[in-house]
C-alpha cells in the first residue's frame, strides 16, 4: 500500500530573490522571475492558497506586488520584521489550516533553518527550485476542480465573515442567526467526484477515518445500487462556503446503515453546522432498520469527529490503533437540528461565482 | 463543592436562546433542545476539563454523562470521588 500524502493546502513565498529577481529596497526595479506568473495561476488553480512572508516595508511591497498583478493571489500576506516561523503561524491560524500543510519557499537559508528549528512540520523548499513546484508530489496531488479555482474567492468571502463577525455586538451564537444559513444535502453525481475524492485528500479535523478516496473507488460508491454516496453544501448571506461534507454508506447490510466515512471541511467549523450531516444520516438509517454502525479511526487529528459521533449516541470501544473501528448505535435519541440552520434536501440551484469569470 | 450551579450557569450563557423566558431544568437533555451547536460539545469538555481539574478519558466520552445537569454534575463527582480515592491512596 503506498504511503499517503499529506496534500500542501498554502504556499508562503519569500520576495526577495525569491518571488522576484533582486531586493525590492535596494534595487527599486524588480521584476517576477522567469516562469513565476504561470507558476502562482497554477496552484490558484489547483486551490492552493497563497500567502507571502517578507521581511520588507509593507507599503512598498504592496505596492509593487499590486504593480505585478499578483497582490490578488496572496491571503493575509505577512510584510513585517519579525520571524518567519511567526509569519507562517499566524497565516495558518487565519486560514484555519495547520502548520504541517504548509510550504515555504525562500532563497536564504538562515530563513528556511529559523523555520524549521521552530516549525519542523512546515515544508521548506530553497528558491532556485521553484520551477519544480508545480511537480511537489504533495502540491500535483490536488486536483484541478471548479470549487478548488474558486476557494481563494471564499476565503476572500470569509474574511469579510470575520470581520463582520468581530464587529457583531452581542453573543457569538446570535452571529449565526444573522447569517441566514441554508444546509443542502443530495446525492453525488458523476460532476461531483472530483471535489469528492478532493475532500477526502484535505480534510483532516473533521474526518472519521482519515482515510483517502480514490476517484474510481468513489465513482464505483456513486453508481453501486448498495452504497449511497451524500455529499452537502452550505451557503448563507455572503454567498456559498462551496460543497463542504461528504459521506458514504453501505446501504445492504441485513443488521442496517453502515457509515463507512463521514467528513466535513474545516471551512465551516466556527458555523457550528458539524453534526447536522450526520443527524440527517441517523434519520435516513431509521427508516431502514433498528440500528446503524460507523467506522471510526482515532487519528490524533480528529478529536472533534470522536466527540461529535459520541454525542449523536455512537458506543463501542475505541483505540488508537492504525484500523478503522466499529461503532454501533441504536437511534433511540436523535438530536434536532439547530434552530439557526435550515436543512433542505436536494441539490440547490444556486452555483458559486468565482472571481474572473464573469 | 457545588457542582451543579457553575455548570447550569455555563450551559445557561452558551445556549442559542431565542426567547428569555424559556424553561429548563436540571433534568432538561439540552441536546434534545435544538439549541446546542455542534461545537458546543467540544466547548463543554473543554469547561468541566478546567473549570474541576478533571480529564475526561476517550472512555467516558459517553452522551449519557452529558445529557443534563444532573448527569453532568454526577459524572464530575463520580470523577472527583475517583481522584480523590486515588491520592489517598497513595498517602497511605
Given at each position: 500500500m503506498s504511503e499517503r500524502i499529506q496534500a500542501v493546502k498554502c504556499v508562503v513565498w519569500d520576495l526577495d530573490?525569491?518571488?522576484?529577481?533582486?531586493?525590492l529596497l535596494e534595487d527599486r526595479e524588480v521584476n517576477l522571475r522567469p516562469g513565476i506568473a504561470g507558476i502562482i495561476r497554477e496552484l490558484d488553480e489547483r486551490g492552493i492558497l497563497q500567502s507571502v512572508a517578507s521581511r520588507n516595508e509593507p507599503d512598498d511591497v504592496l505596492h509593487k506586488l499590486r504593480m505585478l498583478e499578483v497582490e490578488t493571489y496572496f491571503l493575509y500576506p505577512q510584510i513585517h520584521w519579525e520571524a518567519k516561523s511567526h509569519s507562517i503561524r499566524r497565516i495558518a491560524e487565519q486560514l484555519n489550516i495547520?502548520?504541517?500543510t504548509i510550504l515555504f519557499i525562500d532563497d536564504q537559508p538562515f530563513e528556511r533553518d529559523e523555520v524549521r528549528s521552530l516549525l519542523p512540520e512546515v515544508d521548506c523548499m530553497p528558491a532556485e527550485a521553484y520551477l519544480e513546484l508545480p511537480m511537489h508530489p504533495r502540491i500535483a496531488c490536488n486536483p484541478v476542480t471548479a470549487e478548488g479555482s474558486a476557494r481563494r474567492a471564499m476565503y476572500i468571502a470569509d474574511c469579510k465573515r470575520k470581520e463582520e463577525e468581530a464587529a457583531f455586538?452581542?453573543?457569538?451564537?446570535?452571529f449565526l442567526r444573522e447569517l441566514q444559513m441554508e444546509f443542502a444535502i443530495f446525492e453525488a453525481d458523476a460532476s461531483d467526484l472530483q471535489r469528492a475524492e478532493e475532500l477526502t485528500v484535505r480534510t483532516n479535523q473533521l474526518n472519521a477515518t482519515g482515510i483517502p478516496y480514490s476517484y474510481d473507488e468513489l465513482a464505483f460508491y456513486q453508481s453501486d445500487p448498495s452504497h449511497k454516496l451524500y455529499m452537502c453544501e452550505l451557503t448563507d448571506k455572503y454567498g456559498s462556503y462551496g460543497k463542504i461534507g461528504l459521506a458514504l454508506v453501505d446501504t445492504a447490510r441485513p443488521e442496517g446503515w453502515h457509515l463507512k466515512l463521514l467528513l466535513m471541511s474545516c471551512?465551516?467549523?466556527?458555523?457550528?453546522?458539524?453534526t447536522i450531516f450526520l443527524n440527517y444520516i441517523m434519520r435516513q438509517a431509521k427508516q431502514h432498520g433498528e440500528q446503524m454502525t460507523a467506522d471510526f479511526r482515532l487519528?490524533?487529528?480528529n478529536k472533534q469527529m470522536f466527540v461529535a459521533y459520541r454525542f449523536a449516541g455512537f458506543a463501542g470501544a475505541i483505540n488508537d490503533g492504525e484500523e478503522a473501528q466499529r461503532l454501533v448505535n441504536d437511534l433511540s435519541a436523535i438530536q434536532p437540528y439547530p434552530v439557526y440552520v435550515r436543512v433542505v434536501e436536494g441539490r440547490q440551484p444556486f452555483i458559486y461565482e468565482s472571481e474572473g469569470r464573469h | 463543592m457545588n457542582i451543579h450551579r457553575p455548570v447550569r450557569d455555563y450551559i445557561q450563557r452558551n445556549l442559542v436562546v431565542f426567547e428569555d423566558d424559556m424553561e429548563w431544568t436540571d433534568?432538561?437533555?439540552?441536546?434534545?433542545?435544538?439549541?446546542?451547536?455542534?461545537?458546543f460539545a467540544m466547548q463543554l469538555l473543554q469547561y468541566i476539563e478546567s473549570e474541576f481539574r478533571i480529564v475526561i478519558e476517550n472512555e467516558d466520552m459517553d452522551i449519557r454523562h452529558f445529557n443534563s445537569v444532573n448527569q453532568i454534575a454526577a459524572f464530575i463527582a463520580n470523577k472527583l470521588d475517583v481522584a480523590t480515592q486515588g491520592s489517598q491512596a497513595r498517602e497511605g
Amino acid at each position: 500500500m503506498s504511503e499517503r500524502i499529506q496534500a500542501v493546502k498554502c504556499v508562503v513565498w519569500d520576495l526577495d530573490h525569491t518571488l522576484w529577481d533582486g531586493i525590492l529596497l535596494e534595487d527599486r526595479e524588480v521584476n517576477l522571475r522567469p516562469g513565476i506568473a504561470g507558476i502562482i495561476r497554477e496552484l490558484d488553480e489547483r486551490g492552493i492558497l497563497q500567502s507571502v512572508a517578507s521581511r520588507n516595508e509593507p507599503d512598498d511591497v504592496l505596492h509593487k506586488l499590486r504593480m505585478l498583478e499578483v497582490e490578488t493571489y496572496f491571503l493575509y500576506p505577512q510584510i513585517h520584521w519579525e520571524a518567519k516561523s511567526h509569519s507562517i503561524r499566524r497565516i495558518a491560524e487565519q486560514l484555519n489550516i495547520g502548520t504541517d500543510t504548509i510550504l515555504f519557499i525562500d532563497d536564504q537559508p538562515f530563513e528556511r533553518d529559523e523555520v524549521r528549528s521552530l516549525l519542523p512540520e512546515v515544508d521548506c523548499m530553497p528558491a532556485e527550485a521553484y520551477l519544480e513546484l508545480p511537480m511537489h508530489p504533495r502540491i500535483a496531488c490536488n486536483p484541478v476542480t471548479a470549487e478548488g479555482s474558486a476557494r481563494r474567492a471564499m476565503y476572500i468571502a470569509d474574511c469579510k465573515r470575520k470581520e463582520e463577525e468581530a464587529a457583531f455586538q452581542g453573543p457569538a451564537d446570535h452571529f449565526l442567526r444573522e447569517l441566514q444559513m441554508e444546509f443542502a444535502i443530495f446525492e453525488a453525481d458523476a460532476s461531483d467526484l472530483q471535489r469528492a475524492e478532493e475532500l477526502t485528500v484535505r480534510t483532516n479535523q473533521l474526518n472519521a477515518t482519515g482515510i483517502p478516496y480514490s476517484y474510481d473507488e468513489l465513482a464505483f460508491y456513486q453508481s453501486d445500487p448498495s452504497h449511497k454516496l451524500y455529499m452537502c453544501e452550505l451557503t448563507d448571506k455572503y454567498g456559498s462556503y462551496g460543497k463542504i461534507g461528504l459521506a458514504l454508506v453501505d446501504t445492504a447490510r441485513p443488521e442496517g446503515w453502515h457509515l463507512k466515512l463521514l467528513l466535513m471541511s474545516c471551512r465551516v467549523i466556527s458555523r457550528g453546522v458539524g453534526t447536522i450531516f450526520l443527524n440527517y444520516i441517523m434519520r435516513q438509517a431509521k427508516q431502514h432498520g433498528e440500528q446503524m454502525t460507523a467506522d471510526f479511526r482515532l487519528t490524533g487529528r480528529n478529536k472533534q469527529m470522536f466527540v461529535a459521533y459520541r454525542f449523536a449516541g455512537f458506543a463501542g470501544a475505541i483505540n488508537d490503533g492504525e484500523e478503522a473501528q466499529r461503532l454501533v448505535n441504536d437511534l433511540s435519541a436523535i438530536q434536532p437540528y439547530p434552530v439557526y440552520v435550515r436543512v433542505v434536501e436536494g441539490r440547490q440551484p444556486f452555483i458559486y461565482e468565482s472571481e474572473g469569470r464573469h | 463543592m457545588n457542582i451543579h450551579r457553575p455548570v447550569r450557569d455555563y450551559i445557561q450563557r452558551n445556549l442559542v436562546v431565542f426567547e428569555d423566558d424559556m424553561e429548563w431544568t436540571d433534568d432538561t437533555n439540552i441536546f434534545q433542545l435544538g439549541l446546542v451547536h455542534s461545537l458546543f460539545a467540544m466547548q463543554l469538555l473543554q469547561y468541566i476539563e478546567s473549570e474541576f481539574r478533571i480529564v475526561i478519558e476517550n472512555e467516558d466520552m459517553d452522551i449519557r454523562h452529558f445529557n443534563s445537569v444532573n448527569q453532568i454534575a454526577a459524572f464530575i463527582a463520580n470523577k472527583l470521588d475517583v481522584a480523590t480515592q486515588g491520592s489517598q491512596a497513595r498517602e497511605g
